[in-house]
């Protein structure tokens, strides 16, 4: 079993930056890919930005340019640094990873979420 911890979430005013943290622990081989998806009040779950074991990347189209997504593969920790956030960056946003366990068995799993806040 794998889990994830979010950290990094909080208040933050227009314009501002942020950097979300997530980290994952437990029978890990392999995690082939990691991202961020936002949850907004009202609204479903969307990809925020994508990171492959080769450090490609895809962002939406609404963070292109203001989002960076990074990873730490020794540490099995993916990054998300946020900057020139807007108010309609307010969600909860969840960290994914899918790969293989130590004892060959694929995983597709979530973190519990972190609350963004953006104020205008």
């Known amino acids: 079993q794998v889990q994830l911890v979010e950290s990094g979430g909080g208040l933050v005013q227009a314009g501002g930056s942020l950097r979300l943290s997530c980290a994952a622990s437990?029978?890990?081989?392999?995690?082939?890919?990691m991202g961020w998806y936002r949850q907004a009040p009202g609204k479903q779950r969307e990809l925020v930005a994508a990171?492959?074991?080769?450090?490609?990347?895809n962002y939406a189209d609404s963070v292109k340019g203001r989002f960076t997504i990074s990873r730490d593969n020794a540490k099995n920790t993916v990054y998300l640094q946020m900057n020139s956030l807007k108010p309609e960056d307010t969600a909860v946003y969840y960290c994914?990873?899918?790969?293989?366990?130590?004892?060959?068995?694929?995983?597709?799993?979530w973190g519990q979420g972190t609350q963004v806040t953006v104020s205008s």
């Open positions: 990171i492959a074991s080769g450090d490609s990347t």
């Open positions: 994914n990873a899918v790969g293989l366990s130590n004892i060959g068995k694929s995983f597709n799993s």
């Open positions: 437990g029978s890990i081989f392999v995690i082939n890919n």
